[in-house]
């Protein structure tokens, strides 16, 4: 998988894509990443990205000139223009902004289907409309709250999509477990000491009895789910048993 990050602030990756999984995975050859800074793309001595508004307000807008060319340059296509009909690019190309759809794993399992994902990461108040209805292919948010920008929003969707691919984690499908993936909230889990200043671990993850041990987990994720995050049964695939142990559940109330 290679990501293309478009953004005014390269600077901003350097510690987050420098540790952990995705350093290992960049140094496994499974994810690149290349940062772009959209001002190098910019004309003029001064290379201004952004200007005022048309019809005034507060703020800066930025300017489509700069992003187009930058995006159509790392990805080798045809300068779109309003007057040519060009075919659609096939590496999805995704404004950041608090305007698109709603990041989540599902959408990260689609997007790690893919072997390259663009990035354009928004800044100032906004972008020129031109950029979202005729350079981007797809919009998405990371949440229903407002960030300084898209950069943060592009370092969560590389993290969550890299987590995705095969040999990303040490160990093989580590992911099929996480939270969500499941569609179920994750289990509590323990180390040692067994004994923590009176706080035991429950007996039954000591018991070695792996079907009691996989019975218990599945039970507490569903009851943390049921607790905290009721929508997400809604859609999680649930067996007999898993329908069997919320009504008690729901009966217990
Ligand atoms: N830029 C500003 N806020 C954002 C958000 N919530 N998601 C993605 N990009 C953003």
């Known amino acids: 998988m290679h ?15 420098d540790d952990s999984i995705i350093a290992r995975a960049r140094q496994a ?6 940062l772009h800074n959209i001002r190098d793309y910019a004309e003029g001595k001064h290379r201004i990205t952004d200007d005022y508004p048309y019809g005034g307000g507060g ?20 300068p779109r223009r309003a007057d040519a009909d060009l075919p659609p690019p096939s590496t999805p190309i995704i404004l950041l902004s608090p305007q698109g759809r709603t990041f989540n794993q599902s959408v990260a399992l689609e997007l790690a289907a893919h072997p390259r994902l663009a990035l354009i990461c928004g800044r100032y108040e906004g972008v020129d ?23 943060i929003a592009a370092m969560v969707i590389v993290d969550a999509v ?20 499941t569609g179920l909230l994750e289990y509590p889990q323990y180390t ?10 429950p007996e039954v993850l000591l018991s070695g009895h792996h079907e009691r041990v996989a019975r218990w987990r599945r039970q507490q994720s569903l009851l943390r789910t049921w607790q905290r995050r009721p929508d997400m049964l809604e859609t ?8 069997e142990f919320l009504a008690t559940l729901t009966a217990d109330r």
């Open 3 to 17: 990501f293309d990050i478009f953004t005014l602030f390269p600077e901003m990756f350097v510690g987050p894509f």
């Open 29 to 34: 050859g499974i994810v690149s990443i290349s």
């Open 59 to 78: 703020g800066m807008v930025m300017k489509p000139e700069p992003i187009f060319r930058a995006v159509e340059t790392v990805l080798g296509l045809e």
């Open 129 to 151: 409309e031109r950029v979202r209805a005729h350079l981007c292919t797809d919009e998405i948010s990371i949440g229903d709250y407002v960030l300084s920008g898209g950069e």
């Open 162 to 181: 890299t987590r995705l691919l095969p040999g990303a984690l040490g160990q093989e499908h580590a992911a099929d477990q996480d939270s969500h993936a």
């Open 192 to 201: 040692r000491p067994a004994d923590f200043r009176g706080w035991r671990v």
């Open 236 to 243: 999680a695939w649930l067996t007999k048993e898993d329908l």
